[in-house]
């Protein structure tokens, strides 16, 4: 079954509003958390890693102040895109990080599409 | 960073067979193998740990090596199923974040 699951499946906004994505571990616990975008035709892009009571790490290039990530429990990652803007239309994935112990298989969530107007 | 892979699409009738490439320019701890339909979210296929070991999953299997950093993908008599995009991912570190590669198109028709 899914291990990780994500919220909205898919959302529509207008633009310069803001919209968050839920990302959830069901099976153990994540200290760590991936968030990718992916555009048309592209490949998945890692945006940041979401490291569990600290602040997220951003790859070079993504606007930490636009996409805020807030990992507060061991459970739930979320991604909040700020002011969302036409070009920010996006396939979202999250992924979790395996655990101690457990082979190094990264598994993902079904993904969000945010379609902004 | 940014593996790379090739060929970029390949085209099979039913039951041909394919291999996907993917190179790196870095040690590679690990590599991964998915496989995105159109509109979903990538579905694992496996993973390849440095050693240069072999995996397979029914009439997919892939290698490693380590020392060349390479993997490549094979797929054997192939499936209507099988279509869509495949990535390969690579981790230099355990731990770390898959980096993906650009991805290889495959099409198979009857």
């Known amino acids: 079954g899914a291990v990780v699951s994500q919220h909205p499946s898919r959302v529509i906004c207008k633009s310069g509003t803001s919209v968050k994505i839920e990302c959830r571990s069901l099976?153990?616990?994540?200290?760590?958390m991936f968030w990718y975008r992916q555009f048309p035709k592209q490949s998945l892009m890692l945006m940041a890693t979401s490291n569990e009571g600290s602040k997220a790490t951003y790859e070079q290039g993504v606007e930490k102040d636009k996409f805020l990530i807030n990992h507060a429990s061991l459970t739930l990652s979320t991604l909040t895109v700020t002011s969302a803007h036409p070009e920010d239309s996006s396939f979202y994935i999250c992924s979790k990080a395996p655990g101690q112990g457990r082979t190094d298989t990264q598994y993902f969530g079904p993904g969000t599409r945010l379609t902004v107007l | 960073q940014q593996p790379v892979q090739s060929p970029q699409a390949v085209i099979l009738r039913e039951g041909e067979d394919a291999v996907i490439n993917c190179s790196s320019s870095?040690?590679?701890?690990?590599v991964h193998w998915y496989r995105q339909k159109h509109g979903e979210a990538p579905v694992f296929l496996m993973i390849?740990?440095?050693?240069?070991e072999q995996k397979g999953h029914e009439k997919i299997s892939a290698s490693f090596n380590e020392k060349k950093q390479q993997s490549s993908l094979y797929l054997t008599a192939s499936q209507l199923s099988y279509s869509g995009t495949y990535f390969c991912g690579t981790k230099s570190q355990a731990g770390t974040a898959l980096i993906f590669g650009k991805g290889t198109t495959l099409s198979v028709s009857s």
């Open positions: 099976d153990f616990q994540a200290t760590t």
């Open positions: 870095k040690a590679l701890y690990s």
């Open positions: 390849l740990l440095k050693g240069g």
